[in-house]
């Protein structure tokens, strides 16, 4: 079996929820929320004229991480491992579908002057949503220190990112991360009952 659970995914999982249904409160029924997050944001300095974290954002978009995880799958597919391909695949692809529902649901608008390229909804961030599932999937395949430390750097730096580009609240980038996390931890669990899926189907 080429993905194996974990020990603290149902921790994980549990953290997920529990965030979400947090956030769902607070935007809700909680306006001191909104403004401690507010509060919070205008402590992040302002970096929107700096090429670097532009460059930073504009390899993290989400379009670009749906071609990485194709990649991905490619060389996964090209190895002989069509399932755990498969699975890439459809953890992406459920986590980004899943990523759209939560940003109908909440509708949070965007901080005031964030960029005009960076429309649509707040929360969740789907530059987040993408380097995290895309950074776990490959700790997943390979966990090695290196692949570790890579993956956690450049994760921080795509968060990073947002918030001094001024396109997310702390909240978004924070509770995206963990969104992210909980649901790669339920898909590692379901990797076995899928391999057997696929397995009979193909």
């Given at each position: 079996?080429?993905?194996t659970p974990a020990?603290?995914?149902?921790?994980?999982?549990?953290?997920?929820?529990?965030?979400?249904?947090?956030?769902?409160?607070?935007?809700?029924?909680?306006?001191?929320?909104?403004?401690?997050?507010?509060?919070?944001?205008?402590?992040?300095?302002?970096?929107?004229?700096?090429?670097?974290?532009?460059?930073?954002?504009?390899?993290?978009?989400?379009?670009?991480?749906?071609?990485?995880?194709?990649?991905?799958?490619?060389?996964?597919?090209?190895?002989?491992?069509?399932?755990?391909?498969?699975?890439?695949?459809?953890?992406?692809?459920?986590?980004?579908?899943?990523?759209?529902?939560?940003?109908?649901?909440?509708?949070?608008?965007?901080?005031?002057?964030?960029?005009?390229?960076?429309?649509?909804?707040?929360?969740?961030?789907?530059?987040?949503?993408?380097?995290?599932?895309?950074?776990?999937?490959?700790?997943?395949?390979?966990?090695?220190?290196?692949?570790?430390?890579?993956?956690?750097?450049?994760?921080?730096?795509?968060?990073?990112?947002?918030?001094?580009?001024?396109?997310?609240?702390?909240?978004?980038?924070?509770?995206?991360?963990?969104?992210?996390?909980?649901?790669?931890?339920?898909?590692?669990?379901?990797?076995?009952?899928?391999?057997?899926?696929?397995?009979?189907?193909f």
């Open positions: 079996m080429r993905i020990q603290n995914d149902a921790l994980q999982m549990l953290a997920a929820l529990a965030t979400l249904i947090f956030m769902s409160w607070s935007l809700k029924y909680w306006p001191a929320f909104y403004h401690l997050d507010q509060r919070l944001h205008d402590q992040v300095p302002n970096r929107q004229n700096s090429s670097f974290w532009r460059g930073v954002a504009w390899i993290g978009q989400p379009k670009l991480t749906v071609g990485y995880a194709l990649v991905l799958a490619g060389v996964l597919w090209l190895t002989a491992d069509s399932i755990t391909a498969f699975w890439v695949l459809a953890t992406l692809g459920s986590l980004d579908a899943l990523g759209i529902g939560v940003k109908l649901y909440f509708k949070r608008k965007r901080p005031d002057q964030h960029l005009p390229g960076d429309d649509g909804y707040s929360f969740p961030s789907g530059h987040v949503l993408g380097t995290t599932v895309l950074v776990l999937m490959i700790w997943a395949l390979w966990p090695t220190p290196w692949t570790g430390s890579l993956g956690l750097v450049w994760l921080m730096l795509v968060a990073a990112s947002r918030l001094v580009l001024r396109a997310h609240y702390p909240s978004d980038v924070f509770s995206t991360m963990v969104m992210a996390a909980g649901w790669v931890a339920l898909l590692r669990r379901l990797y076995a009952p899928l391999a057997e899926l696929v397995t009979r189907l």
